[in-house]
């Protein structure tokens, strides 16, 4: 697979992002139109599994990379400074929610009213394709005897819909770049490796196996230093949607702009692809992404 660097402009790499020179393209014309940007709300542990938030929900934001450059991080720059008089700041959501560190100045009433009509401004004015897998982790370990990877099981659902909107959206032989924070050497040696047997079809899960053999797709790891603006619309996506799942109520006005955004959210093992409501506009695909293994399926791992 054929790699490089994403960018020598800091609106996509970050203030502080480093990126090894792997082998160049052969042109620059193979380069595509979109960056992904991958998050995740909760963790994969099955044993325990965490009461209070028993789901991982994986997150991939696909973005033109020339909206992406002279929109979106331009405009969350901008946001930061507005409000923190800077924009070396990183938007956690739970940092938020918790209002500490930084975000301490949100316990004013009048500032977190301001900041989130600001900040929900930002995300629904940004131009971004979301599709999201959420794995309920109790349901998957009561389903299954020898349950699936959480993660493993999240990043091929949102990966066959990022091969059907790279089709849609004429990006065959144009490699796309998925960018996953970094979480060291050895975690992230371990997550390149199995991302590339996922598109080498390498351990099918199931007997539905997707061809992405005309959409190069390179994963890179940057670490969370590097401020990247795509990661922290992710992260402030994960949650709400993780919630949603479960809860239709749940963080109601973020998931009104969030939702005509969503043109693919899975729901494993229980309700499988669910669909916005129908007031909401939204390229929204159907079909399904895979036939769900039944429980004795020769395909769980042992």
């Not at 599994?49 to 990379?65: S, W």
């Not at 973020?254 to 499988?272: C, D, E, N, R, W």
Request: contains cysteine.
């Amino acid at each position: 697979m054929n790699r490089f660097i994403v960018s020598q402009n800091s609106g996509i790499q970050g203030p502080t992002s480093t990126c090894t020179d792997f082998e160049s393209l052969d042109s620059r014309s193979t380069i595509g139109d979109y960056v992904v940007f991958v998050d995740e709300s909760g963790d994969a542990n099955l044993d325990p599994i965490d009461p209070r938030f028993p789901m991982l929900n994986l997150v991939f934001c696909l973005i033109r990379k020339d909206h992406y450059i002279d929109f979106v991080v331009p405009q969350l720059h901008q946001l930061k400074i507005d409000f923190f008089g800077h924009a070396d700041l990183i938007l956690h959501e739970s940092e938020m929610r918790r209002q500490t560190g930084a975000f301490a100045i949100l316990a004013d009433g009048d500032v977190y009213s301001r900041w989130m009509r600001e900040l929900l401004a930002w995300i629904e004015q940004t131009d971004v394709a979301v599709i999201s897998a959420c794995i309920d982790k109790i349901a998957l370990t009561r389903r299954y005897a020898h349950p699936f990877d959480p993660y493993d099981l999240a990043i091929r659902f949102c990966l066959e819909r990022t091969r059907q909107f790279l089709a849609a959206n004429n990006q065959s032989q144009r490699l796309t770049q998925v960018i996953f924070e970094s979480r060291g050497k050895r975690h992230d040696r371990a997550a390149g490796l199995e991302f590339d047997q996922i598109l080498k079809q390498a351990n099918p899960l199931g007997h539905h196996l997707p061809d992405f053999s005309q959409f190069p797709l390179d994963p890179l790891f940057i670490p969370k230093r590097a401020n990247l603006a795509g990661h922290q619309l992710c992260d402030l996506l994960a949650r709400p949607l993780a919630k949603w799942s479960f809860n239709a109520s749940s963080h109601r006005r973020p998931m009104q702009i969030i939702q005509p955004k969503l043109i693919a959210h899975k729901v494993f093992p229980q309700t499988g692809w669910r669909r916005p409501h129908r007031s909401h506009k939204s390229s929204y695909w159907p079909g399904n992404t895979r036939l769900n293994p039944p429980a004795n399926s020769s395909h769980a791992p042992r």
